[in-house]
């Protein structure tokens, strides 16, 4: 069924940070970890397309410049299937500091928004709805509990 992930295996990252490896529809594995680095994703990336890591990292390193430049230019990009940046303004708004309670003015500021394309919220939703089924059978039921 298209949708579907498969766990492969857990392991650790070179940083040692816990992960599981997940078979996506349509892709190769790749690794889940809580944070995923540029390094990580030059080296799937580079892995994929037989290139150089080097390669590959001017590449992405392009990418992320050209979505900074025309973000500060334009203010919006489109990234059909993946999703949409966008700048937006946030008004200046009153706020307390924690600590001494006193009352104090936030300024105005630009802010970038993303809002997920349908493609890659359905993969979110799926690897999501995956996760949490193998986490509730991992847990008991109650007639377990009692047997």
């Known amino acids: 069924m ?8 857990k392991a650790q990252n070179e940083k040692g940070r816990e992960g599981t490896y997940i078979e996506l529809p349509e892709r190769t ?3 889940r970890n809580p944070i ?4 990580e994703i030059v080296r799937s990336i580079s ?8 390669e590959t990292r ?14 500060a230019e334009e203010g919006r990009v489109e990234l059909r ?3 949409v940046f966008e700048v937006k303004r946030r008004k200046p708004r009153k706020a307390r500091n924690p600590k001494t309670g006193e009352e104090v003015l936030v300024p105005e500021k630009s802010v970038v928004r993303f809002k ?3 493609i890659m919220q359905q993969r979110v939703e799926a690897v999501g709805n995956h996760n949490q ?7 008991p039921t109650m007639s377990q509990l009692e047997s």
Request: proline share 2%.
């Open 29 to 31: 594995a790749i690794q």
């Open 81 to 83: 299937d993946f999703g």
């Open 36 to 39: 995923v680095t540029k390094k």
């Open 116 to 118: 997920p394309g349908q």
């Open 133 to 139: 089924s193998a986490a509730e059978s991992a847990q």
């Open 2 to 9: 298209a949708g579907e992930c498969r766990v492969l295996r």
């Open 58 to 71: 001017k590449i992405v390193q392009g990418v992320f410049d050209t979505v900074l430049r025309i973000l």
């Open 47 to 54: 892995e994929d397309l037989g290139l150089t890591q080097l």
